[in-house]
């Protein structure tokens, strides 16, 4: 018989549910019995074949399994389909409990989870049955709980864990997991534990109470890594004296399993939360370092050691590479094995972009947090309806010329010949490689961070006071949005009549790659890179996380985001998006009462009540250049096309249109599968199943900074920030941990 077609169940059986006077519920007693079984059977022949073993009549009991990553619910077992179930989420052994009829006192019916019981079935709340060979183990434990129940005392929520471990013949993946279930154990009963004998093999641990009866020895299942218990005496003889001075110990390494969940669900649990919530549902007393401790290995529990993520990163590049074809995934190492750079661009993002995203790209760089620190890299784009397209990533140790110049280089791979325009603040390490990549003539600075510059330079002049610093600031935006020639030069004179050492910082700061009548490239009216910003903020909380798992959360998060903008296509109305028809819709607003005059040809003009401007639309111009410059109809515009009694939408440039949104979402993107992630050896060596090796990469070299690390970037002066409101006192200006006020 071939073994990977078998599974050995063990049977349980004559257990009985019973109802002490303080109502509480426990399965109590019983046999165990061991079948093999071929996973190909029927559930008639599993019936028969379980019946037979246990000498029990075929008709009558019912049954029910428990599943490995859940000993304490259980599942029914009434018909194939949960046969089948059993066999394939158990891996070589299975729990099979046979249910006969109720022992509850007075026949009473169990209610437990809103489902009215009548069988000897164990809810997920009460300890799952467990067998008794040796008459000589004390199988029923008076733990924390019973205590609690006797002195009328409400159970912690820890009182749950006592049945961590279930009895004689519960098994354990590894020596690791029964580990954490003896602690889990200690918390629940209120005890502290010590081990006799700790190794692979053979485990003893006991009470560290002198005399004290409980014990547990665990052994390994022949050369497998698979523990089972052999001796279980789950009873405690403490006085009162004893218990004072046996309280569980704080263990962070086994402890983390308590606050895994939360973590997953909550990945911003601060420290002093974590310290409130042990001492009110487990009565454990942790301080803040112990609360920063558990939460870090919770972390590595969840995500992974950091060292190992940077070894498992040539798999993920030749695994991303092999399931998403076309795919751009590269690495760079130091001479000695240290991770330096890596860029990757998937498939359906160079596909995206390549089908009818318009040529402009907004790049821009954030910190990684974690011990290895880092930067991230980004270069995005717009789709058809100015919706956010990520193109490309990067991942650094650090941030120089150097870098910023290798990912340009690989971002000009992905782009190919197609002349585009970049988008990004003045690092200078961005200025030089976008000026050796792209040509300086094709890089516009964002506005945003040169008007944080000309602030900071106000400051330092401390022109005129507040109000004079916002009427210059006023007079930059001025500058930086006249469209016009004209308009600039008018907006710069007025600036120097203000303060001549502020129009010459203007003209000392290349306006050439920020203003907008000075930039000679099309560039659709986008001023910063908020683009980048609008990146990095949808990436906050990954960018806390590993470098294996960033790298596969990119992937789930890119193609959400991509499927949520392919399934906002049945928002349009028409030809041109939702945001593009705002703006239209201000535009033809602004021009109601515009009033035109027709030319022979396809020339008018446009009265606003101030000019003339000429509009034509065979050329699709306006003298404003608006309509040049966004291509989308200016106010002008819209009220000559209406005159003419023609749609505004046709006269849209065709990278806002729906056919073209359609091609940037037409590509496909298959899951980054883990299932066969390599093993990482003792040595360091990274091996598949089939025995292929992997290069070897060691984590980036990084030296600590000096102070406290931060957590959050240094803000923009001129983004909005949200007034803090205190939980307590409803005021704001603070938050309830440092509230003083009154309280009525």
């Not at 077992?77 to 509850?104: G, H, P």
């Not at 870090?296 to 590049?317: M, T």
Request: net charge neutral; hydrophobic share 35%.
């Amino acid at each position: 018989m071939n073994p990977s077609n078998t599974i050995y169940c063990y049977l349980h059986i004559g257990g009985e549910l019973v109802r002490d006077e303080h109502g509480n519920v426990e399965y109590i007693g019983g046999r165990r019995e061991g079948l093999s079984l071929e996973r190909s059977m029927t559930y008639n022949d599993f019936v028969s074949r379980l019946c037979g073993k246990m000498n029990i009549n075929i008709v009558g009991p019912t049954f029910s399994y428990t599943l490995p990553f859940d000993l304490y619910a259980l599942q029914p077992l009434k018909n194939d389909e949960d046969l089948t179930n059993m066999f394939q989420f158990s891996d070589r052994f299975a729990r099979v409990y046979i249910c006969i009829a109720s022992t509850v006192e007075d026949d009473e019916t169990i209610e437990n989870g809103g489902q009215r019981l009548n069988e000897t079935i164990v809810g997920s709340n009460s300890p799952v049955p467990y067998s008794a060979r040796d008459v000589d183990i004390i199988m029923q434990s008076r733990g924390f709980h019973q205590r609690c129940a006797e002195s009328h005392v409400g159970p912690l929520e820890s009182s749950r864990f006592e049945s961590a471990i279930l009895g004689s013949g519960h098994t354990f993946s590894t020596a690791n997991d029964f580990r954490d279930a003896i602690y889990l154990m200690s918390v629940g009963g209120r005890f502290r534990y010590k081990f006799k004998r700790n190794c692979l093999k053979h485990m003893t641990v006991i009470c560290v109470v002198e005399g004290c009866p409980w014990k547990v020895t665990a052994r390994a299942v022949g050369r497998t890594k698979i523990v089972q218990v052999h001796t279980f005496r789950n009873e405690h003889n403490h006085s009162l004296e004893d218990v004072s001075v046996s309280e569980p110990a704080v263990r962070c390494n086994r402890a983390t399993t308590m606050i895994d969940d939360v973590i997953r669900s909550n990945p911003d649990y601060l420290p002093r939360q974590i310290c409130k919530d042990f001492r009110r549902q487990y009565g454990m007393q942790l301080n803040y370092c112990q609360a920063w401790n558990l939460k870090e290995k919770a972390k590595e529990r969840i995500h992974g050691v950091p060292q190992c993520s940077y070894k498992l990163l040539p798999w993920l590049c030749t695994r991303l590479i092999e399931t998403n074809p076309g795919t751009i995934a590269e690495y760079r190492c130091s001479d000695d094995g240290h991770f330096m750079q890596l860029f990757v661009a998937l498939s359906v993002s160079i596909h995206g972009f390549q089908m009818g995203c318009r040529p402009i790209i907004s790049i821009d760089s954030s910190h990684m947090s974690g011990p290895y620190k880092g930067a991230l890299f980004s270069a995005s784009s717009y789709d058809a309806d100015d919706g956010m397209f990520p193109l490309a990533y990067g991942l650094f140790s650090s941030e120089n010329y150097e870098d910023w110049l290798w990912f340009l280089e690989k971002l000009k791979m992905v782009i190919g010949e197609r002349e585009v325009i970049i988008i990004s603040d003045r690092h200078q390490g961005i200025i030089r490689s976008v000026s050796e990549v792209f040509g300086s003539e094709n890089h516009a600075h964002c506005y945003r961070h040169i008007k944080e510059n000309f602030s900071s330079f106000l400051t330092k002049l401390n022109s005129k006071g507040r109000k004079g610093k916002e009427n210059a600031l006023q007079m930059l935006d001025s500058i930086a949005y006249a469209r016009l020639d004209c308009d600039y030069e008018v907006a710069v004179d007025t600036l120097r009549t203000f303060n001549h050492d502020l129009a010459k910082w203007v003209e000392e700061n290349n306006p050439q790659h920020w203003a907008m009548s000075k930039f000679k490239k099309m560039r659709w009216d986008k001023m910063t890179s908020n683009l980048a910003e609008s990146f990095n903020s949808w990436l906050r909380h990954e960018r806390h996380h590993n470098m294996c798992v960033f790298f596969i959360e990119h992937m789930d998060k890119l193609g959400s985001l991509l499927v949520e903008h392919k399934n906002g296509l049945v928002k349009w109305n028409g030809c041109i998006g939702p945001k593009t028809e705002e703006k239209i819709a201000l535009n033809i607003a602004k021009g109601e009462n515009y009033i035109t005059y027709l030319h022979l040809g396809s020339s008018m003009k446009v009265s606003n009540g101030k000019a003339f401007l000429e509009v034509d639309l065979m050329e699709r111009t306006c003298t404003c250049k608006a309509w040049q410059m966004s291509g989308i109809p200016c106010d002008h515009a819209c009220a000559a096309i209406r005159r003419m009694g023609f749609d505004v939408s046709d006269y849209v440039d065709d990278w806002y249109k729906y056919n073209l949104q359609e091609k940037i979402y037409s590509g496909s993107m298959r899951t980054l599968v883990t299932h066969d992630m390599p093993r990482i050896d003792e040595d360091g060596t990274v091996r598949d199943a089939l025995g292929h090796t992997y290069p070897f990469l060691n984590p980036p070299t990084t030296k600590r900074p000096p102070g406290r690390p931060r957590k959050r970037r240094i803000e923009s002066q001129f983004m909005s920030k949200k007034t803090v409101h205190c939980s307590r006192c409803n005021q704001p200006g603070h938050n309830r941990a440092t509230c003083n006020n009154p309280l009525p």
